[in-house]
């Protein structure tokens, strides 16, 4: 959408449960210092007030006055009329919160809100992955180019965003994405997310080495243990990140059963894929069996893992095929391997989500412009 090249300037919000963290992008560029202030979740009207004066703050450092504000902010909520709902991480948020309306009336512009996924997975479409894919395949000559993604987010807990020819579907309820709720393979009464989240990978490890939750270390420190570069139990290690990853691989693949495109992963966890991913990428891979005893494949096209170099060459080339038009003398070429890749983010999650917040905001004030 060229919004590398816009010179209109929006302010954005990190909204985490302990720090808000506030900034500016223009060009696709944050162009000025972030300002990190707490976040004040136990009290309302001091939350509020925080978020009033992180903006303001922001205001006042621009070179040039602002045409929207444009944020992740977490749900439950009414993000197309930026009313917040009942919050788990700031529980001060209770009965309806009109915070997009309350920003627009105090700063005199439009504002958006958005949940954080939808958002990555809109900076990831525009300006990151999907771009960067159709670029190698532009580069190795295939015909094959991608219009839709799905942005999948593994950390505290499990989030997704789609996006469609370059749209963002939020869904009537903005509830579109909310993957964490998909139904566990391993654990069929609970959730995807007791097993694809930060506390999964902590809660496998500690009952593989029989300790404590409370003892078990970190993400990181695990992913250091089964990579051979910290002590400790690796086996336990490697097998609580392969857990996660059939877990994983089974709630992607139903989402891209759906949504036919490319998947990027981002988030904490992401850095853990040398341990995780080619197992995700099996289990989207395998197979089903009728009451016959037949089997038959999970997906109809190829998953292929774009982060090794064999799977990734594979996926670029295609199965480029020529054939002739029936009752003509006239031949076409296509690509006769249907296929979908999955990835790790190239740009990072904190700056998906800032691009995607900047290029929502201008896209919607883009839209309503042609409205009128």
Known sequence: MGYEQDERIVMTLDAGGTNFVFSAIQKNQEIIDPIRLPSNAHDLELCLQTIIDGFTRVKKQLPEPAVAISFAFPGPADYPDGIIGDLVNLPAFRGGVALGPMLEEIFQLPVFINNDGDLYAFGEALAGYLPYINNLLKIAGSPKRFQNLVGFTLGTGFGAGIVRKGELFIGDNSGA?????????????????????????????????????????????????????????????????????????????????????????????????????????????????????????????????????????????????????????KKIIYDALPRLGVGISKIGTSRAIALGAYAYALNELDSKSKRN
């Not at 992913?223 to 059939?246: D, H, L, S, V």
């Not at 992607?252 to 894929?273: K, P, Q």
């Not at 016959?292 to 199965?319: C, H, S, T």
């Open 177 to 329: 994405g909310e993957v964490w709720l998909l139904r566990n393979k391993l654990h069929p009464t609970m959730n995807v997310e007791e097993s694809v989240s930060i506390r999964a990978i902590r809660g496998v490890y500690a009952q593989l080495t029989n300790i404590l939750f409370e003892e078990s270390p970190s993400p990181k420190e695990i992913f250091e243990i089964g990579m051979g570069k910290r002590p400790g139990n690796k086996e336990a290690a490697i097998e609580a990140f392969q857990t996660m990853a059939e877990a994983l691989g089974d709630a992607i693949a139903n989402v891209l059963t759906l949504i036919d495109g490319l998947a990027v992963i981002g988030g904490g966890l992401s850095g853990a894929h040398p341990l995780f991913l080619q197992k995700m990428i099996d289990e989207m891979n395998g197979k089903y069996r009728n009451f016959q005893g037949n089997e038959y494949r999970r997906l109809v096209p190829i998953v292929f893992n774009l982060e090794n170099n064999k799977d990734l060459d594979k996926f670029l080339q295609g199965e480029k095929k020529e054939i002739t038009i029936p009752k003509t003398n």
